[in-house]
């Protein structure tokens, strides 16, 4: 199976959200998306990390490559300091994506236990619409949380979410 992993944002160019430390989103992702990578090809699985400023860049990618799937793994951010917590969005619930979306988020919450936002629908995100196979999008936690930050800033934290994205796709295919 081909998955096609996106690292959101791009350092440099598009730094994401930012945390009130300064971390930044483009720079987790990317740790998280290579980690990802790396579980997935112990598991077998072939990957393309893909990590560029222009969406269809991304989604022209994946869509070259031939994904059978494809994750974009994000850090969420809310003007609310209190927000927290995993959400993963897909084109459709009642999808492949969906049941992508929904295996991701309960390893995510299971084996980190991030506040559990849910999976939601969500038609208006651009990789999620122009990719050609099954898609999510990973909102991993806020990094504007210090709490959830301090997660994202960690090794630990970056392993376990790679962890529990990976364990989520070999869910999808279990």
Do not use: W
């Amino acid at each position: 199976m081909k998955i096609c992993i996106n690292a959101g944002h791009c350092p440099n160019l598009d730094s994401g959200a930012v945390g009130v430390s300064g971390l930044q989103e483009a720079h987790v992702a990317q740790d998280i998306a290579q980690l990802v990578q790396y579980y997935l090809q112990q598991a077998n699985y072939e990957t393309l990390v893909v990590q560029e400023n222009e969406l269809y860049q991304i989604t022209d990618a994946s869509n070259a490559f031939g994904a059978d799937l494809f994750v974009s793994i994000h850090c969420n951010a809310a003007d609310n300091r209190d927000a927290q917590g995993t959400e993963t969005f897909c084109y459709s619930e009642m999808s492949e994506g969906g049941k992508l979306a929904r295996c991701i988020q309960r390893q995510i919450i299971n084996n980190i236990g991030t506040a559990d936002r849910g999976v939601k629908s969500h038609s208006g995100f651009y990789v999620l619409r122009n990719t050609d196979c099954p898609a999510v999008l990973v909102e991993t936690a806020f990094i504007s949380n210090s709490e959830d930050e301090a997660v994202l800033a960690s090794e630990e934290g970056k392993d376990n979410f790679a962890k529990a994205i990976a364990r989520g796709i070999s869910d999808f295919y279990a």
